[in-house]
């Protein structure tokens, strides 16, 4: 074999080739860099040290830290229901005046159609054009704890977690203006037949 | 200060040629399945960023697609990658011929064997669920027996070679052998049901624990040692460089080969494993950055004095942004280990962004440089041309900088949108589909960067095949060389040049090196369940369930889909309830996914009703305007195969799944009466054709039992 080479040498690195060859490759000894060094035993040490303080001496596991976030979490959320929650006939028309219905249908129109579909004629979840309702009497008052809520055994999300207070009064004033307009092509009626009531 | 004289080699002088036409081979078929890969991963990403793109085809729909993508690269792309190369050096570092012409034909064959039923497979939704071992057992069987014709191979050339002392490329490739074959057999253990489908030993946790073990090693030992041997053996022969150094080299192969078997856990973090073997994991991975790292000084400053030649030799030239991109990726790595790093990182785009700086990066940047050196020498001519090769190192260049960049921004934007929580402690994006929505420009834009790579690929095809063309395969070249005896034997070696004398105590030293750690980390887990609290409430599922869940996985939904929700108070305002160990115990195989590209389906179960389910399988976009799900139309249409029914429970049953002989022998039955409930509930909401007897509501069964036998207990428990 043809050993000779034209190896690219520096000339501070002709004292530290190293006689190997294989295939007519060489090594130079440099020494491990200082830096490289420092970096390989920090990360060894700090692996012990990490792994003894959270393993060994019961640190907080992340499970610990999950209940205490979660814990103050919680408490925003009696918050919040303490303040929400409970229909409030003055909010509702304080909320209309301010043209809630039309706000209502942008709302209905993001978070409602997949199963009330367009217009509320009904599909995964039930018509809400006729005058038979579920849960519900299909008046404002009794409408607003069902969105807020929900009934989550029937799929109804429970629309507080994830709409504000505001607009789920909001939608609830646009789905009492659906109420009884029976529009084309609805879903068959379920629930119990309402008899007329006073709206509003 | 240089060691003592060479050696003065006596002994019988004998003449050998190298087999360079199996080289040849395997350097074809790594171009023809990297396009092919390429091409694959290019279609999925525009399957992301439009949905249309799936064409309502089941076979090309993306959950099928994407294991077809990842094997073809891994496996097909930069396994013959690596067999060309190993097959190439190591003859020639060793003076000697491969150790059999006919095991190496066979290792060839059997591999592009392989391949091709990946590819008649996976499409089919034949898959074993587990990620990047996904091919079902006879497969998976067949893989373990080729990969032994090459361990065989190589090391029968290890026994007969001339060359006393073994070269840090040669390091590299033992530990590959060793490393993948375990990783592959240990995670590979299942039972099958028929000749295409099995289900996994191990369940829940367990098999996560297995699986993330030999899926980070996988990445470890099939992408990153192999190529890190070959890179000692190119990149010095390219430069015409001495490597830089050989302490490095020593200190660098034990311990990364040592550390990175222990880090698969880093995959888990936050999950139900126990934590201790989750901070193993993360911290294996922290103290990995060093050892990574000791490749890439290596391979750099092996080109020092010659940066000029980087800049006109394409050989150089890719070599050299391959290991820097081989830098950045492990040290993105570790730092992704760390929990709270991973907290963001974890289940977003964030991760294919990194996976693809190192397969993108290091692993086809490397392979275009070696095989630009290896092709004219094995052509006996010049590269066709060095422009093209320009042109192709900077579309590759630009095109994974878009994709990079486009993945970690869409990764950590989507990551923030998820955890962000108003002053009332509710979520800001309660609706998954915004954040997703938000995140689809930058799905175009890597797309369009992965088109630019694909493109880089072919002009290397171009580029090589013709070099090929104006090439000859000359003559065989005969070389001489010594027998190995004694006089090769050097006086006051060191303990480690000793041991590079002994190459298969090198190799029983290594597989121990990789046993330790694997050893500790998962034996403890596999042996005891005292790490699972067992939940009482925590059935078996059904046997509808059961059919549906194999839907489930056929569909590749855990590609998109995680069941895992972990402990943090936007996961559990989003999803509900945060996972337990005891929730997973009758999973075989676990399906907990890596990436939430939809929501989370851990809760999925009672969520909504059946008919949000219906609707939402024949055209997503019914119930979630603007979700880029595909459709699955043809679950309404495609008959429930019961057929394998029995059997899948009696294999179940074997596996430790307490159903009794009458649960089997009645699961038939069991199976329709259910799917009669389903569907008559459709029916009532106006689902107009009978579809008791489809695909779609056996998924359904197991999409609204899923997490309900622990999620619907009372919180406080």
Known sequence: MNDKTDLHLEDDEKHILLDHKYDNIQELDNPLPSWWKLTFYLGIIFAIFYFILYSIMGAPSLRDDFKKEWAGIEELHEKFNRLNGKYDEVKMLAIIKDGGVKKGQVVFETNCIPCHKAKGIGDIGPNLTDEYWINSKGTVDTNYPVVFNGVPDKGMPTWSQTLSNDEIYQVVSYVQTLHNTHQPGGKDPQGNKVEDEVKK | ?717
């Not at chain 2, 375990?182 to 099995?198: A, D, E, R, W």
């Not at chain 2, 790292?293 to 070599?319: A, C, E, Q, S, Y």
């Not at chain 2, 549906?548 to 590609?559: Q, S």
């Not at chain 2, 389903?678 to 039992?705: C, F, H, T, W």
């Open chain 2, 1 to 717: 200060m240089s060691s003592p004289s060479a050696v003065h080699r006596t002994g019988r002088l004998e003449t050998y040629s190298y087999d360079d036409q199996i080289v040849r081979m395997f350097i074809v078929a790594t171009i023809i399945w990297g396009a092919v890969a390429m091409l694959v991963g290019v279609t999925i990403a525009f399957q992301l960023a439009t949905w249309k793109m799936n064409f309502g085809l089941q076979w090309i729909t993306f959950g099928r697609l994407r294991p077809l993508h990842t094997n073809a690269a891994i496996f097909a792309f930069c396994g013959n990658a690596m067999f060309a190369g190993i097959y190439y050096s190591h003859q020639r570092l060793l003076k000697a011929r491969l150790f059999n012409d006919v095991l190496s034909r066979i290792h060839f064959w059997g591999w592009q064997a392989i391949i091709v039923s990946a590819a008649l497979t996976l499409p089919f939704g034949i898959t074993r669920g587990k990620e990047y071992a996904e091919l079902e057992w006879p497969i998976t069987i067949a893989i373990a027996v080729i990969w032994v014709v090459f361990a065989v191979n190589f090391f029968g050339t290890l026994i007969r070679r001339r060359e006393r002392h073994i070269f840090v490329a040669i390091w590299f490739y033992i530990a590959t052998i060793l490393t993948v074959a375990v990783l592959h057999i240990v995670n590979g253990l299942g039972l099958p049901v028929t000749i295409f489908k099995s289900y996994s030993v191990y369940a829940g946790v367990q098999d996560a624990l297995v699986q993330w073990w030999y899926g980070h090693n996988a990445v470890a030992f099939f992408l990153t040692t192999p190529f890190l041997g070959l890179m000692y053996y190119f990149v010095p022969k390219a430069a015409n460089r001495p490597v830089y150094s050989y302490r490095l080299s020593v200190v660098h192969f034990w311990s990364l080969v040592f550390i990175y078997i222990w880090a698969g856990p880093h995959h888990l973090l936050y999950t139900t494993l126990p934590e201790w073997v989750q901070t193993l994991g993360m911290v294996f991975s922290i103290a990995l950055w060093a050892p990574s790292w000791g490749g890439m000084i290596n391979g750099l400053m092996t080109l020092r004095g010659v940066w000029d030649k980087v800049r006109t030799d394409p050989v150089l030239k890719f070599m050299a942004l391959a290991l820097t991109f081989y830098g950045m990726a492990t040290f993105e790595g570790p730092l992704l280990s760390i929990k709270s790093v991973n907290s963001i990182g974890h289940f977003t785009d964030w991760i294919p962004g990194h996976v693809h700086a190192g397969t993108i990066g290091w692993n086809y940047l490397l392979i275009a440089g070696i095989l630009y050196y290896m092709v004219p020498k094995l052509w006996n001519t010049e590269i066709f041309s060095k422009k093209i090769a320009n042109t192709q190192f900077w579309l590759a260049t630009i095109g994974l900088a878009l994709y990079y960049v486009s993945m970690v921004s869409a990764g950590i934007t989507q990551s923030l949108m998820w955890r962000a929580i108003d002053v009332n402690g509710k979520l800001v994006y309660p609706n998954f589909i915004e954040t997703v929505v938000k995140i689809v420009p930058m799905y175009w834009v890597r797309a369009f960067g992965g088109t630019f790579v694909f493109i880089s690929f072919l002009l290397m095809t171009y580029n090589l095949f013709k070099t090929m063309n104006q090439g000859t395969i000359g003559e065989i070249e005969v070389f001489e060389a010594y027998a190995l005896d004694d006089s090769s034997l050097e006086e006051n070696a060191g303990h480690h040049r000793k041991l590079e004398g002994l190459p298969m105590v090198f190799a029983v030293l290594s597989l121990i090196a990789i046993l330790v750690g694997s050893a500790i980390e998962i034996v403890p887990s596999l042996l005891s369940n005292q790490y699972i609290t067992k939940i009482d409430a925590v059935k078996p599922y059904k046997p509808l369930e059961l059919l549906g869940r194999d839907i489930y996985l056929r569909e590749g939904c855990y590609l998109c889909h995680s069941q895992q929700v972990r402990p943090m108070a936007h996961e559990v305002l989003r999803y509900g309830k945060n996972s337990e160990a005891g929730e997973f115990i009758y999973d075989h195989p676990f399906q907990w996914g890596s990436k939430r590209t939809g929501p989370d389906l851990a809760r999925i179960g009672g969520k909504y009703p059946n008919m949000w389910h219906y609707r939402h399988m024949i055209n997503p976009r019914d119930v979630t305007p603007q979700s880029i799900m595909p459709i699955y139309k043809w679950l309404v249409e495609q008959k429930l195969d019961l057929s394998t029914l029995t059997k899948k429970l009696s294999v179940m049953k074997q596996l430790g799944v307490p159903y009794s002989d009458v649960d089997i022998a009645s699961g038939v039955e069991n199976a329709q009466a259910q799917a009669k409930l389903i569907s008559a509930d459709l029916m009532n909401q106006g689902v107009p054709k009978e579809v008791e007897d489809k695909e779609l509501i056996a998924l359904i069964a197991y999409l609204q039992r899923m997490g309900t036998d622990y999620g619907s207990l009372p919180v406080n428990k």
